[in-house]
């Protein structure tokens, strides 16, 4: 059997985002496998979690035994489920997954069942700085087969406008949670007077509203027929989602910050949510991603893996293999990557006409070319677009 002799961390930022990829190698020539444990903003302290404590811990373990090795990092510190552990042993978990399918000679889908579906049905963005801008780039979407839009006014929480803010306030990211929430009705109102009935529309609240606010707008939102509206509440406000399913139709999406088991079981057993959508390596990697996949598939709940660009194409190939196989996928988040990924990741999963493919290689069918990945060094800096603010000055979830 072969066995583990090397666990490297690749740290990378091509599109001036921090990325985390793991190599594990074998003593078996030219046999390794590639998982990703981006957490973008908090990386070093992940790629030393991988190089101080978990590489001597699996050096020279049985590649094969995933499941024993998965249990075996997630205990070994005694205190578990947080996000930089969780992301350490998702890089670790993902690459042991792509050397078993190179071993099978079979893509990892193939492992888990084969495929319930040909192409991945995606969304993706659209953040505009005005009413024509976003339906300019929405149509420009659809021209391109893109069925599913994600359509925000500004960012998060929207655009800020003639703020009142206090002398001396700390500074930070400061926005109107009325504005939003105003905006963001007039914006669903204009983009289905303009773009039609048809296109499926999603919007990201990003935890920014008090659960009083967020109930209205799900209720003013559900005459634009959402395909569903995203992390309505903070992650430690799970028990408002009883109290919005019993008042809207709109249907929900959540758990892109969930890293606990805790965090999703009852959301789904009551069936407060409509998709759950974790951002894979921060619970763990693909081993738990799989189980969650499953346990939701009793539920009728369906999976919405968390995609942007601050999860690596390694780990939106594992998304895209897991979704193959999940006969509870729903959609998976796209935002496009730059010619230079495809370079640095070759055999990383493209869009053709409205879906995403990847090919049928053994494991994730996915590479690093590392020469390429080292002339795109990481910034370790201070993170500014989490420092979000109230017009008064309160610090709020970003
Ligand atoms: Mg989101």
Same mark, same amino acid.
């Given at each position: 059997?072969?066995?583990?002799?090397?666990?490297?961390?690749?740290?990378?930022?091509?599109?001036?985002?921090?990325?985390?990829?793991?190599?594990?190698?074998?003593?078996?020539?030219?046999?390794?496998?590639?998982?990703?444990?981006?957490?973008?903003? /908090?990386?070093?302290?992940?790629?030393?979690?991988?190089?101080?404590?978990?590489?001597?811990?699996?050096?020279? /373990?049985?590649?094969?035994?995933?499941?024993?090795?998965?249990?075996?990092?997630?205990?070994?510190?005694?205190?578990?489920?947080?996000?930089?552990?969780?992301?350490?042993?998702?890089?670790?978990?993902?690459?042991?997954?792509?050397?078993?399918?190179?071993?099978?000679?079979?893509?990892?889908?193939?492992?888990?069942?084969?495929?319930?579906?040909? $192409?991945?049905?995606?969304?993706?963005? !659209?953040? $505009?700085?005005?009413?024509?801008?976003?339906?300019?780039?929405?149509?420009?979407?659809?021209?391109?087969? !893109?069925?599913?839009? /994600?359509?925000?006014?500004?960012?998060?929480?929207?655009?800020?406008?003639?703020?009142?803010?206090?002398?001396?306030?700390?500074?930070?990211?400061?926005?109107?949670?009325?504005?939003?929430?105003?905006?963001?009705?007039?914006?669903?109102?204009?983009?289905?007077?303009?773009?039609?009935?048809?296109?499926?529309?999603?919007?990201?609240?990003?935890?920014?509203?008090?659960?009083?606010?967020?109930?209205?707008?799900?209720?003013?939102?559900?005459?634009? /027929?959402?395909?569903?509206?995203?992390?309505?509440?903070?992650?430690?406000?799970?028990?408002?989602?009883?109290?919005?399913?019993?008042?809207?139709?709109?249907?929900?999406?959540?758990?892109?910050?969930?890293?606990?088991?805790?965090?999703?079981?009852?959301?789904?057993?009551?069936?407060?949510?409509?998709?759950?959508?974790?951002?894979?390596?921060?619970?763990?990697?693909?081993?738990?991603?799989?189980?969650?996949?499953?346990?939701?598939?009793?539920?009728?709940?369906?999976?919405?893996?968390?995609?942007?660009?601050?999860?690596?194409?390694?780990?939106?190939?594992?998304?895209?293999?897991?979704?193959?196989?999940?006969?509870?996928?729903?959609?998976?988040?796209?935002?496009?990557?730059?010619?230079?990924?495809?370079?640095?990741?070759?055999?990383?999963?493209?869009?053709?006409?409205?879906?995403?493919?990847?090919?049928?290689?053994?494991?994730?069918?996915?590479?690093?070319?590392?020469?390429?990945?080292?002339?795109?060094?990481?910034?370790?800096?201070?993170?500014?677009?989490?420092?979000?603010?109230?017009?008064?000055?309160?610090? !709020?979830?970003?």
């Amino acid at each position: 059997m072969p066995i583990i002799t090397d666990i490297k961390t690749i740290l990378t930022a091509p599109e001036n985002v921090n990325l985390i990829i793991v190599k594990v190698e074998t003593d078996q020539k030219g046999l390794y496998g590639l998982g990703c444990a981006t957490f973008a903003y /908090r990386e070093l302290a992940v790629k030393s979690m991988i190089e101080n404590y978990l590489k001597p811990l699996l050096l020279n /373990r049985n590649v094969h035994k995933i499941e024993d090795l998965w249990h075996l990092m997630h205990n070994n510190g005694y205190w578990r489920n947080g996000g930089i552990t969780n992301n350490a042993i998702s890089g670790i978990d993902m690459a042991l997954w792509d050397i078993k399918g190179k071993i099978a000679g079979l893509p990892v889908y193939e492992l888990l069942g084969g495929k319930s579906r040909e $192409g991945i049905p995606f969304y993706q963005h !659209v953040n $505009g700085k005005s009413l024509s801008d976003i339906v300019s780039k929405v149509e420009a979407l659809k021209k391109q087969n !893109v069925k599913h839009i /994600r359509i925000q006014w500004g960012l998060y929480g929207g655009i800020s406008k003639n703020l009142n803010i206090p002398p001396n306030s700390e500074p930070g990211v400061y926005l109107s949670p009325t504005q939003y929430i105003l905006d963001t009705i007039n914006m669903f109102k204009h983009v289905r007077e303009q773009c039609g009935d048809e296109i499926e529309l999603i919007h990201d609240i990003h935890e920014r509203l008090m659960p009083s606010e967020t109930i209205y707008l799900a209720k003013q939102l559900e005459k634009y /027929r959402l395909f569903y509206l995203e992390d309505p509440f903070p992650l430690e406000q799970g028990d408002w989602l009883e109290k919005l399913k019993a008042q809207s139709a709109t249907p929900i999406a959540a758990g892109e910050l969930f890293s606990n088991p805790s965090e999703w079981t009852s959301l789904i057993k009551n069936r407060y949510i409509d998709f759950i959508r974790v951002h894979i390596s921060q619970i763990g990697g693909f081993t738990p991603a799989r189980k969650l996949a499953i346990f939701a598939e009793q539920f009728n709940v369906r999976t919405a893996w968390h995609g942007p660009n601050d999860v690596s194409p390694v780990g939106h190939a594992a998304n895209v293999h897991l979704s193959l196989n999940s006969h509870n996928f729903g959609i998976l988040e796209w935002c496009g990557f730059s010619d230079i990924m495809y370079e640095i990741f070759p055999g990383m999963p493209y869009v053709k006409d409205g879906y995403i493919y990847t090919n049928d290689k053994p494991g994730f069918g996915i590479d690093i070319n590392e020469e390429l990945a080292k002339k795109y060094p990481i910034k370790t800096k201070v993170t500014k677009w989490t420092q979000t603010r109230l017009p008064d000055g309160t610090l !709020v979830n970003p």
